[in-house]
């Protein structure tokens, strides 16, 4: 029954994470606001927000193994499963902000991150005020000095979506994404707990898997549709998204404590190693592109981590 319940979960995560960015979407366009603001903002934010559920839920429920490795394992989900897949379907782009500003973005969220839990075993209140001040700052900045995106014509559709649907869709992405959190993090810590492994392990490979699917489904779609250059900002902008907003207001409601030391001496280390990986692999062979070979290396590091977890 708690594998059930933790696949009910799991399933309505997919379901409201895709109805809560639809109408993320079709609210900003309602709004006139640029598609540019929608990609790096509002659909970022919408996408992280299964996330935040599960690992605000955790938190107060005094899992904090599960709320620091969610987004831990989301974290390095989205550079090896999700960027490693996308890739092998079809070619990613990387533009000059990848090199300027938004790899190395990351790389300070992600080293800021591990500075604050080595220091003192914990992220406190302070510390996550700190995360989510430098993730409002650097969206400021961002929408300043980034250059213009070219129109999706793919969400030019929603543009007439009327109210009553909007509303209808938040609703639903909102009562799913709760109750989607809950049974996950319920289930998984039964199932944890029958097969032998720790809260962290499922919460950094299942949970994971589980809250990083709207990334997934996003990214494969477009390759699909054969649209435009997928950018990889969006990518590690939600990776800065989990690290900012999901760590940062959880840690600002209650501070989360490191409870199994592996999540600092192993599972920290391969999201710092997925992270700084990026740069030379849109280096190598295909310069500023990440193609299938790119891809099925992201994609063997990803399972040679699965594998390392549950060992």
Same mark, same amino acid.
Do not use: C
């Given at each position: ?68 490795? @969610? ?30 500003? @938004? ?17 003192? @075993? ?190």
């Amino acid at each position: 029954m708690d594998i059930v319940l933790m696949l009910l979960g799991f399933g309505l995560l997919v379901i409201g994470g895709e109805f809560l960015v639809r109408a993320s979407v079709a609210l900003s366009l309602k709004l006139n606001v640029s598609k540019m603001v929608i990609g790096l903002t509002v659909v970022s934010f919408a996408t992280s927000l299964p996330e935040l559920l599960v690992s605000l839920n955790a938190a107060l429920n005094g899992l904090p193994s599960i709320a620091i490795n @969610n987004v831990v394992g989301s974290n390095i989900a989205n550079i090896g499963m999700v960027l490693g897949i996308t890739a092998l379907i079809g070619t990613i782009y990387i533009d000059k902000s990848f090199y300027k500003f @938004n790899w190395p973005a990351l790389i300070i969220f992600s080293l800021a991150f591990y500075y604050f839990l080595s220091n003192d @075993n914990q992220l406190d209140a302070v510390e996550g005020a700190v995360l989510f001040i430098s993730l409002i700052l650097f969206v400021i900045y961002l929408l300043k000095k980034s250059e213009a995106i070219e129109d999706d014509e793919s969400i030019d559709d929603l543009t007439s979506t009327s109210n009553f649907k909007i509303i209808i869709w938040l609703i639903i992405g909102g009562v799913t994404l709760y109750f989607g959190a809950k049974w996950l993090v319920d289930g998984a810590v039964v199932v944890a707990q029958a097969i032998g492994v720790s809260e962290a392990v499922i919460s950094v490979s299942i949970i994971a898997v589980g809250t990083s699917i709207p990334e997934l489904a996003a990214s494969v779609i477009a390759v699909l549709r054969k649209e435009k250059a997928i950018s990889l900002g969006n990518l590690i902008g939600s990776n800065i998204f989990n690290i900012g907003s999901v760590l940062g207001l959880t840690a600002m409601i209650k501070p989360i404590s490191v409870e199994d030391p592996e999540i600092l001496s192993r599972d920290i280390i391969w999201m710092l190693v997925f992270a700084g990986l990026l740069l030379p692999l849109a280096l190598v062979l295909k310069r500023h592109q990440i193609k299938k070979t790119e891809g099925l290396l992201l994609v063997f590091l990803y399972g040679v981590f699965i594998y390392v977890a549950f060992s």
